[in-house]
């Protein structure tokens, strides 16, 4: 029987969206698999090692580092960071 492979993500139709914002990773709990980044305005927003974008590795994240992302406000479970990346440099 043929091994069949199974997509890491999936994207999703009706995923949700967030708006676009950055901020600065402060905390990063691989065992567990996630992490926080800290906003201009001193919140911190959640994110899951699967929140971040396809072809970024999550492990290769480090605290301090800037970074876009989506933000999804939710009522219930609080704000949560999609489709985290880091920010490139710019060009001086």
């Known amino acids: 029987m ?3 492979k199974v997509p890491t993500k999936v994207s999703w139709p009706n995923a949700p969206r967030g708006e676009a914002a950055s901020g600065r990773i402060s905390k ?9 980044i800290r906003l201009r305005d001193n919140r911190e927003i959640y ?14 994240l480090e605290v ?3 970074v876009s992302f989506e933000l999804l406000e939710d009522n219930v479970s609080g704000a949560r960071a999609l489709a985290v990346a ?6 001086k």
Request: charged share 30%; glycine share 14%; aromatic share 8%.
């Open 86 to 91: 880091p920010q490139k440099a710019k060009k």
């Open 28 to 36: 990063i709990l691989v065992g567990q698999g996630h992490g926080f």
């Open 2 to 4: 043929p091994i069949r």
């Open 47 to 60: 994110f899951h090692r699967r929140d971040v974008k396809d072809g970024v590795n999550f492990n290769d």
């Open 64 to 66: 301090g580092t800037t």
